[in-house]
């Protein structure tokens, strides 16, 4: 893979990814165009930025596959840990302000229900998010664990 330049990806089909719903319209072929646009994207932004490139480039066809098949904000993704999270950023309308990633008054770094409904937690330490889940589904009536988890 070449690092790409510091021009902002304005062609292909990331640019048009706004949604989860956005992603599950797209043809396999549109599915791994989009995951080398998002390769390059992360690149980019996190170059300038600094965070966490390598837990998300090792994340980005997971994190397609995940919004393809379930639907956000009902259904909670849980990741290992929620610097995961740029990808999911992305396809849940935050796209345009990765770039201020970890900046003064720009996105967090980490997954945070404040800034969007599709985070199902707040900001934790590393590998905490599955252990929260799995308190929080203890919670939950049995019966019911599979509809509302």
Do not use: C, W
């Amino acid at each position: 893979m070449t690092v790409p330049n510091h021009t902002r990806v304005k062609e292909g089909i990331l640019p048009h990814i706004n949604s989860p719903q956005d992603v599950k319209e797209l043809s396999e072929k549109q599915l791994l165009t989009l995951a080398e646009e998002i390769r390059r994207e992360l690149i980019r932004i996190l170059s300038r930025t600094g965070g966490h490139l390598g837990p998300n480039l090792g994340i980005v066809e997971l994190t397609i596959a995940l919004h393809r098949v379930f639907n956000t904000p009902r259904d909670k993704l849980v990741f290992d840990v929620s610097h995961q999270g740029y990808v999911h950023k992305m396809f849940t309308g935050r796209r345009e302000r990765l770039a201020t990633l970890r900046q003064f008054q720009g996105l967090n770094g980490f997954l945070l229900r404040t800034e969007s409904e599709h985070d199902a937690y707040g900001t934790t330490s590393s590998n905490m998010e599955p252990f929260l889940f799995y308190d929080r589904s203890m919670e939950l009536p049995l019966q019911s664990q599979l509809t509302e988890f």
